[in-house]
Nanobody, 117 residues
Framework: QVQLVESGGGLAQPGDSPRLSCAFS????????IGWFRQAPGKEREGVSC????????NYPDSVKGRFTMSKDNTKNTVYLQMNSLKLEDTGVYYC??????????WGQGTQVTVSS
């Protein structure tokens, strides 16, 4: 059974550098992509990072490139999203998802990140 559990969200200030975690089980990153997505109030869900299975190459949209970094710890079955230089527009619910970057098939429950001054 595929499970993904996000943690690390909360209230942050602009410029902060929180790290989100996603503990997963039921699959291996050797065969599936895994990524972080977010949904801001009133907006569609968007991808913020996606790690390609096997080689671990990670893609980022321009909105977070250079500020967000995705990493993994295979010994803990956990992926992370290091978010630096947070902006107000980074506010949203952040989800971890597995499958293919263009269309994940399983999602975590999400963790809220609120950036406020």
């Amino acid at each position: 059974q595929v499970q993904l559990v996000e943690s690390g969200g909360g209230l942050a200030q602009p410029g902060d550098s929180p790290r989100l975690s996603c503990a997963f089980s039921g699959f291996t990153l050797d065969y599936y992509d895994i990524g972080w997505f977010r949904q801001a109030p009133g907006k569609e869900r968007e991808g913020v990072s996606c790690m390609i299975h096997g080689d671990g190459n990670t893609n980022y949209p321009d909105s977070v490139k250079g500020r967000f970094t995705m990493s993994k710890d295979n010994t803990k079955n956990t992926v992370y999203l290091q978010m630096n230089s947070l902006k107000l527009e980074d506010t949203g619910v952040y989800y971890c998802a597995v499958g293919v970057c263009s269309g994940p098939f399983s999602w975590g429950q999400g963790t809220q990140v609120t950036v406020s001054s």
